[in-house]
């Protein structure tokens, strides 16, 4: 079992810039794949961005292409989402996911999940 602790949400202006931080439970850290989702309200939760078991290898959705960056730190069992000019539209609650056994760029059954971290952007 993994548990899943995001931080880093709060209001920005349109933009700016946050780095949230995913903090996950266990010693197994590395042999998952991580991702990050988001929802907005009224709205379905939506892949934002993924990186594998082995570092380099990340996926983004476009809308945030060339603005988000995904990293993780083994070492630290963290895995981290920088978002840079940051948009209206990218106001939702953001997940943190895991995964055991696919690259995380969509959801399974075996997967994780944090609790959410809000992150409000204004105009």
């Known amino acids: 079992q993994v548990q899943l602790v995001e931080s880093g949400g709060g209001l920005v202006q349109a933009g700016g810039s946050l780095r949230l931080s995913c903090v996950a439970s266990?010693?197994?850290?590395?042999?998952?794949?991580m991702g990050w989702f988001r929802q907005a309200p009224g709205k379905e939760r939506e892949f934002v961005a993924a990186?594998?078991?082995?570092?380099?290898?990340?996926y983004y959705t476009d809308s945030v292409k060339g603005r988000f960056t995904v990293s993780r730190d083994n070492a630290k069992n963290t895995v981290y989402l920088q978002m840079n000019s940051l948009k209206p539209e990218d106001t939702a609650v953001y997940y943190c996911?895991?995964?055991?056994?696919?690259?995380?760029?969509?959801?399974?059954?075996?997967?994780?999940w944090g609790q959410g971290t809000q992150v409000t952007v204004s105009s």
């Open positions: 996911y895991a995964d055991p056994n696919s690259q995380a760029t969509v959801a399974g059954s075996a997967g994780y």
């Open positions: 990186i594998r078991r082995t570092a380099g290898i990340t």
């Open positions: 266990g010693r197994t850290f590395s042999s998952y794949a």
